[in-house]
């Protein structure tokens, strides 16, 4: 099975930026999709993005411009945080899907169809 370790989550002010990154073990396909998911006190949990093997990544319009998902040849998987806000304060969570079924990534951030999750890692924005 693929494990997911995420780290990197801190206490900021408003307006600073984080890096979170993602460690993936257990020898997963190149073709896997990876993302990143969040849930913050009294919210509903949001896809906050992901990346297709290509390269080619998708944003929640509540972040668009702000983040920016990448990735490297040592399975790591990172979300770049700028201009944060209060209202980004969640748990962050790695995701990953083997991306064997055909759908777009922005329908499998919708539905949560991710096969693997991380335990989570806290931002909080004061």
């Known amino acids: 099975d693929v494990q997911l370790v995420e780290s990197g989550g801190d206490s900021v002010q408003a307006g600073g930026s984080l890096k979170l990154s993602c460690r993936v073990s257990g020898s997963p396909d190149s073709a896997y999709v990876m993302g990143w998911f969040r849930q913050g006190p009294g919210k509903e949990r949001e896809g906050v993005g992901g990346i297709e093997g290509s390269g080619s990544a998708t944003y929640a319009d509540s972040v668009k411009g702000r983040f920016t998902i990448s990735k490297d040849n040592d399975n790591i998987l990172y979300l770049q945080m700028n201009s944060l806000q209060p209202e980004d304060t969640a748990a962050y969570y790695c995701?990953?899907?083997?991306?064997?079924?055909?759908?777009?990534?922005?329908?499998?951030?919708?539905?949560?169809?991710?096969?693997?999750w991380g335990q989570g890692t806290q931002v909080t924005v004061s």
């Open positions: 995701v990953a899907d083997p991306g064997i079924v055909r759908v777009g990534l922005a329908t499998r951030l919708r539905d949560a169809a991710f096969r693997y």
